[in-house]
Every structure is written in C-alpha cells, then in structure tokens.
C-alpha cells in the first residue's frame, strides 16, 4: 500500500482539479487546495484550503511547506494569464523537498509547461487529455427546453476522456514511482460521433433527444449569438471541422496507470444525467 502523502493541488476548483483532490482523498493521501481566496473555498471535507497565487510565487512558500507532489495548471491569476511564473515555481517547489510534479497541458506550448520540462529536479509528468466529457455540459441548456442539440460537423469523431480518470492518472503520477519525465496522452475507451453522445445522453435521461446538424455558417452565427470571442470561434471551427489525430484516437494509457478501464461516456452521462433533465433546471431556479 503506498505511503500516505500530502499533495498540492492547484486549480483545485476547475474540471480537472476536483477531480485530482477526490482521487487523492479515496487513495488516502493528504490534499491541500491553493485558492486565490480561502474565503469563498468549497472544498471537500477533510482538504486544508490554502491562499496563494500561482502568478505570485511569494505566495507559495507556506502551501508547499511540507507537500511532496505538486499539481500545476498552466495558467493563473485574475485573467487567467499564460504563468510566466514557472522556473520561480519550481525553485520553491525543490527547496520545500517537492519531490513529483504534474502539469495539466493547456492545449498548446506554454512557459509553465517549457519550465517544467527543463526541470531536472523533480520527477514530471505532463498530462495530455483529449476533450473533455464534460463539454457536453454545454449542451444541457438545449436539451431541458427543447430536447434537441444543434452543433456542426456531427459525425466528427471523438475519443473525449472522463475528468474522473484524469485526475486518477494524476494521482497515481503523483504518490507513486515510475512516472517521472512522462508526457500522458489521455483518452477515453471508444470513439464516438456527436450523435452516438446525443443517443448515450438520451438514454441516461430516459427522453429522447433530437440531434439537429448546423452548417458551419449556421454554428458561428449560434457561437457568436452566445457572445464566444472571434478567436474562439475560429478555433472551435478548425478542431471540429479537422479535429487533430490525437484527439481521434484511442490510447490505452489510463488503464496502463490506474489499473483500471477508462470510463465510457455512457458511465458519464448516467452520472451527470440530473444536469439534462427538466426537473434540475427547475431546482436550480
């Protein structure tokens, strides 16, 4: 059984980062979460919530007091600014006796990410996911008052990961030996169309709900409608319209971690199938 550690978490409260403290509580360890404001954390019993800012390495110096792992996002402060803090991070990370560090790859090159890579030391791992499963949340408004999603390119293909079985690989890289300068491509166990996600969300809701296919033109005019940036849009356009080889094949590299299968997207939409049902928009109003 492995050693009880103590473990920093960063973006503790995000997609991924939830998820990296709740594996860490089921593996025993100990967590503590960095928010910018302690006041305002909500964080699960028994995780101590420290204040600190990832663009103020200063601030660091009494959360990793301590801490043997350390999780990193590649992006802090008000705005969300690419860190150029990394290198200051990381010192501080090797003078509190840090021996593991995990950074969530933010999808493109990144100088939080570049100083991690060039540390030598500490033992690192980069972690790649695919999309999300829970960018199917977007969604959720359409389907409780229409029973329908509208997106473009509906038979692109997807190979969209569990939040749950990244912060599981995260964990893992974190308390346990053997994962040291590792850059982990994540996905989930299948390949899936919008439409085959539309048919796995209808069955979890126990409603069916209708696919209906935009054109690209149709697609911006909705994106830009709900107020996405330009940049955003044009992204939006080339990842479904040419979605990346990565992001279309499976990898069998949360099994090879965890010991365990990667969660299906049916396993995903029964756990979230509250969020797609009239009855949670209703108490959430």
């Known amino acids: 059984m492995t050693q009880t550690q103590k473990i920093l978490v960063t973006g503790a409260s995000g997609t991924v980062g939830r998820q990296v403290v709740a594996e860490l509580l089921a593996r025993g360890h100990a967590v503590r979460a960095l928010t910018r404001d302690v006041s305002r954390a909500a964080f699960p019993a028994g995780v101590e919530a420290v204040q600190g800012d990832l663009a103020d390495p200063g601030t660091l110096i009494p959360a990793l007091e301590g801490v043997s792992g350390l999780h990193l996002i590649t992006f802090g402060g008000a705005f969300f600014a690419p860190l150029e803090t990394g290198p200051r991070i990381l010192e501080l990370a090797r003078a509190a006796g840090v021996r593991r560090v995990t950074v969530l790859h933010g999808g493109g090159p990144s100088p939080l990410e570049d100083a991690v890579r060039a540390d030598e030391g500490v033992d690192w791992t980069v972690l790649k996911p695919v999309e999300f499963m829970s960018n199917a949340l977007e969604w959720a408004p359409g389907i409780v008052a229409s029973d329908e999603v509208r997106e473009p390119f509906v038979s692109r293909l997807s190979a969209m990961v569990h939040e749950g079985d990244i912060g599981a690989v995260?964990?893992?890289?974190?308390?346990?030996?053997?994962?040291?300068?590792?850059?982990?491509?994540?996905?989930?166990?299948?390949?899936?169309?919008?439409?085959?996600?539309?048919?796995?969300?209808?069955?979890?809701?126990?409603?069916?709900?209708?696919?209906?296919?935009?054109?690209?033109?149709?697609?911006?005019?909705q994106w830009r409608a709900a107020g996405q940036p330009e940049d955003v849009i044009a992204f939006l356009v080339e990842v479904y319209g040419n979605t990346p080889e990565?992001?279309?094949?499976?990898?069998?590299?949360?099994?090879?971690?965890?010991?365990?299968?990667?969660?299906?997207?049916?396993?995903?939409?029964?756990?979230?199938?509250?969020?797609?049902?009239?009855?949670?928009?209703?108490?959430?109003?």
């Open 246 to 285: 990565a992001g279309r094949t499976v990898v069998g590299t949360v099994e090879q971690v965890t010991g365990r299968p990667a969660r299906t997207f049916s396993q995903w939409a029964a756990e979230h199938a509250d969020a797609f049902t009239a009855q949670a928009a209703a108490a959430a109003e």
């Open 170 to 221: 995260a964990a893992v890289a974190l308390t346990e030996e053997g994962h040291g300068g590792r850059e982990y491509v994540l996905t989930g166990p299948e390949l899936l169309t919008v439409g085959d996600k539309v048919a796995a969300i209808s069955a979890a809701r126990g409603r069916e709900t209708a696919l209906v296919e935009l054109t690209e033109e149709e697609a911006v005019a």
